[in-house]
C-alpha cells in the first residue's frame, strides 16, 4: 500500500514539474481509489498539493478538497494567488466555503470574497454571522424550491433539465414556498414521481419539519435522532427559507468535534494528522504538548538528582529513566491516537 503511495506521489510530482496538461493529471486522478487519492494529496509536499490545485480546473480541485479538513484547505489557499484560489472556492459548496473562510485570516478572506460576484459576497458573509456549531453555520444554499402554483409536470420537466447542477443539489425533497421564499410545506422526491402530472406541488405538499438558524448543534442531533430526514429547513421568524442543513453535515460535524477532543487528549494539538503527511508538519503538531512533557521530566530528573549520593551507582540511569520511559509513552499514544483516526 505504501509502495503504491509513493509511486503515485512520485508520478503526480514528476507531471507537475514537467507541466503535464490539466487533463492527463485528471485522468491519474480519476482512476484512483477515494481513499488511495487523499492519501496521495497528503504524501505531496505542501509546494506540489498547492501546484496540483493550480494545474487542475476549479471545479476538479474543488471537489479535491471537499474531503481534505478546512484547516488544511485554508492553509494551503492561503499561500496561492488570489486568482488561482478565488474560482477554486467559488466552486465550493456554500456551506463548505463558510468553514475553510472562518479557518483563513481576515485578510485573505477578504481578499477572496473581493474575487467572488456580489450574490456570492453577500451569501458568504451572511451565512459567516452565525456560529460554527448553529444551523445557520452548518446550513447550505443549495436546494431545490419552486412555487406552489407549479404543476407536478413543470416541476419534474425543470429537475430533469440539463442546466441544472446536481453537484451540491440535495433532491431528497422540493420545498415549496410562496413569493419571498416563504416557506409552505415540503414534497418528497419519491411522492412528485408519482404524483398526478397536472395537480399543483402546492397541493400535494405536506407541512415541513424546521429548525431556525440559531438551533445548536446539540439540537440539532436530538432534531435528526428522533426524526428520520435527510435534511431540515431553515427558517427565521417569519418563515423565509434561508436554507437546508443535511444529516450527513450535522453527523460530521459531531464527529469532528469528538475527533478533535481525542486528539487533544492524545497531545496532537492542530488538527488533522495522517501518516502520510510531511514530517515537519506531524513534528509541529506534536511539539507543543510534547514541549511541556520534556519540561516537566527535566524538573524530574532534577529532583532525582538531588539525592545524588544516595544512588551514586546508577545516577545516569536515574536522571534519564522517566525521560526515556514518558516520552515513549506519549509518543506511542500520540500513533495509537493517529492510527486511529486513519481507520475510521
Same mark, same amino acid.
Request: proline share 4%; hydrophobic share 45%; charged share 25%.
Given at each position: 500500500?505504501?509502495?503504491?503511495?509513493?509511486?503515485? &506521489?512520485?508520478?503526480?510530482?514528476?507531471?507537475?514539474?514537467?507541466?503535464?496538461?490539466?487533463?492527463?493529471?485528471?485522468?491519474?486522478?480519476?482512476?484512483?481509489?477515494?481513499?488511495?487519492?487523499?492519501?496521495?494529496?497528503?504524501?505531496?509536499?505542501?509546494?506540489?498539493? &498547492?501546484?496540483?490545485?493550480?494545474?487542475?480546473?476549479?471545479?476538479?480541485?474543488?471537489?479535491?478538497?471537499?474531503?481534505?479538513?478546512?484547516?488544511?484547505?485554508?492553509?494551503?489557499?492561503?499561500?496561492?494567488?488570489?486568482?488561482?484560489?478565488?474560482?477554486?472556492? +467559488? +466552486?465550493?459548496?456554500?456551506?463548505?466555503?463558510?468553514?475553510?473562510?472562518?479557518?483563513?485570516?481576515?485578510?485573505?478572506?477578504?481578499?477572496?470574497?473581493?474575487?467572488?460576484? +456580489?450574490?456570492?459576497?453577500?451569501?458568504?458573509?451572511?451565512?459567516?454571522?452565525?456560529?460554527?456549531?448553529?444551523?445557520?453555520?452548518?446550513?447550505?444554499?443549495?436546494?431545490?424550491?419552486?412555487?406552489?402554483?407549479?404543476?407536478?409536470?413543470?416541476?419534474?420537466?425543470?429537475?430533469?433539465?440539463?442546466?441544472?447542477?446536481?453537484?451540491?443539489?440535495?433532491?431528497?425533497?422540493?420545498?415549496?414556498?410562496?413569493?419571498?421564499?416563504?416557506?409552505?410545506?415540503?414534497?418528497?422526491?419519491?411522492?412528485?414521481?408519482?404524483?398526478?402530472?397536472?395537480?399543483?406541488?402546492?397541493?400535494?405538499?405536506?407541512?415541513?419539519?424546521?429548525?431556525?438558524?440559531?438551533?445548536?448543534?446539540?439540537?440539532?442531533?436530538?432534531?435528526?435522532?428522533?426524526?428520520?430526514?435527510?435534511?431540515?429547513?431553515?427558517?427565521?421568524?417569519?418563515?423565509?427559507?434561508?436554507? $437546508?442543513?443535511?444529516?450527513?453535515?450535522?453527523?460530521?460535524? $459531531?464527529?469532528?468535534?469528538?475527533?478533535?477532543?481525542?486528539?487533544?487528549?492524545?497531545?496532537?494539538?492542530?488538527?488533522?494528522?495522517?501518516?502520510?503527511?510531511?514530517?515537519?508538519?506531524?513534528?509541529? &503538531?506534536?511539539?507543543?504538548?510534547?514541549?511541556?512533557?520534556?519540561?516537566?521530566?527535566?524538573?524530574?530528573?532534577?529532583?532525582?538528582?538531588?539525592? +545524588?549520593?544516595?544512588?551514586?551507582?546508577?545516577?545516569?540511569?536515574?536522571?534519564?529513566?522517566?525521560?526515556?520511559?514518558?516520552?515513549?509513552?506519549?509518543?506511542?499514544?500520540?500513533?495509537?491516537?493517529?492510527?486511529?483516526?486513519?481507520?475510521?
Amino acid at each position: 500500500m505504501q509502495d503504491r503511495q509513493r509511486d503515485l &506521489r512520485g508520478e503526480v510530482s514528476d507531471m507537475l514539474e514537467k507541466g503535464a496538461a490539466p487533463a492527463d493529471i485528471e485522468a491519474v486522478l480519476d482512476g484512483l481509489d477515494p481513499a488511495v487519492l487523499l492519501h496521495t494529496m497528503y504524501a505531496l509536499d505542501s509546494d506540489h498539493q &498547492r501546484a496540483l490545485l493550480a494545474a487542475l480546473t476549479p471545479h476538479r480541485a474543488a471537489s479535491l478538497v471537499e474531503d481534505l479538513p478546512d484547516g488544511h484547505v485554508a492553509d494551503l489557499i492561503e499561500e496561492m494567488p488570489v486568482a488561482e484560489s478565488a474560482p477554486i472556492f +467559488e +466552486e465550493l459548496a456554500s456551506d463548505h466555503r463558510v468553514d475553510v473562510l472562518a479557518e483563513l485570516d481576515s485578510e485573505d478572506a477578504d481578499a477572496i470574497i473581493a474575487e467572488l460576484d +456580489e450574490e456570492d459576497a453577500l451569501e458568504i458573509r451572511e451565512l459567516s454571522a452565525y456560529g460554527r456549531e448553529q444551523a445557520g453555520g452548518l446550513m447550505m444554499t443549495e436546494f431545490a424550491s419552486y412555487p406552489m402554483s407549479r404543476t407536478v409536470r413543470e416541476v419534474v420537466e425543470d429537475l430533469t433539465a440539463d442546466d441544472i447542477d446536481y453537484q451540491f443539489l440535495t433532491v431528497h425533497y422540493i420545498y415549496v414556498v410562496v413569493k419571498k421564499q416563504k416557506l409552505k410545506g415540503v414534497v418528497r422526491l419519491r411522492d412528485l414521481v408519482f404524483a398526478d402530472p397536472n395537480k399543483k406541488i402546492g397541493d400535494i405538499a405536506k407541512p415541513a419539519l424546521t429548525v431556525s438558524p440559531d438551533s445548536e448543534m446539540s439540537q440539532l442531533g436530538e432534531f435528526f435522532a428522533e426524526h428520520d430526514i435527510a435534511a431540515v429547513p431553515v427558517v427565521d421568524e417569519r418563515g423565509m427559507l434561508l436554507g $437546508i442543513v443535511r444529516r450527513r453535515a450535522v453527523l460530521e460535524a $459531531i464527529a469532528e468535534h469528538a475527533e478533535a477532543d481525542n486528539l487533544k487528549a492524545a497531545g496532537i494539538i492542530g488538527g488533522d494528522e495522517l501518516r502520510s503527511m510531511p514530517v515537519l508538519v506531524r513534528s509541529r &503538531r506534536r511539539l507543543a504538548w510534547l514541549s511541556i512533557n520534556i519540561g516537566l521530566n527535566i524538573l524530574a530528573a532534577s529532583i532525582i538528582a538531588i539525592y +545524588e549520593d544516595t544512588i551514586t551507582a546508577v545516577i545516569a540511569l536515574a536522571v534519564f529513566l522517566p525521560i526515556v520511559s514518558d516520552m515513549s509513552g506519549c509518543s506511542g499514544n500520540q500513533a495509537v491516537a493517529v492510527s486511529m483516526r486513519e481507520l475510521t
